[in-house]
């Protein structure tokens, strides 16, 4: 039977850093038992989910969760500018 390869697709970064940051990087990467490439993707990669979970998730204090759960659950009426800009919005759309 012939062996399936997963090709796992990669990329290069080059990166030039003061030695002494080279040093300590390559000794915890030791105390890991892990290569310096796959220290610095482990941590790298821990930080830029993180990062990127910071910008994209919204967090609330739980006093507002729970307004914004009533609001959805009880929504407010809507005013007459709200009226107004959704009767344009529909007529708008009509006209498409």
């Known amino acids: 039977m012939p062996k399936i390869e997963i090709e796992n697709a990669t990329a290069r970064l ?10 300590q990087m390559q000794r915890a990467a030791q105390l890991r038992g892990m290569t310096l490439t796959g220290y610095l993707i482990a941590t790298a990669g821990d930080d830029a989910r993180r990062v ?14 729970i307004r914004f759960a009533e609001a959805l659950s009880n929504p407010p009426q809507p005013n007459a500018r709200l009226t107004r800009a959704a009767k344009r919005h ?3 759309i009509t006209r498409l």
Do not use: G, K, N, S
């Not at 080059?14 to 040093?23: K, L, T």
């Not at 990127?52 to 969760?65: G, K, T």
């Open 14 to 23: 080059e990166a030039r850093i003061p030695v002494a940051i080279y040093d």
């Open 90 to 92: 529909a007529e708008l």
């Open 52 to 65: 990127v979970e910071d910008a994209e998730i919204m967090r609330l204090a739980r006093e507002d969760q």
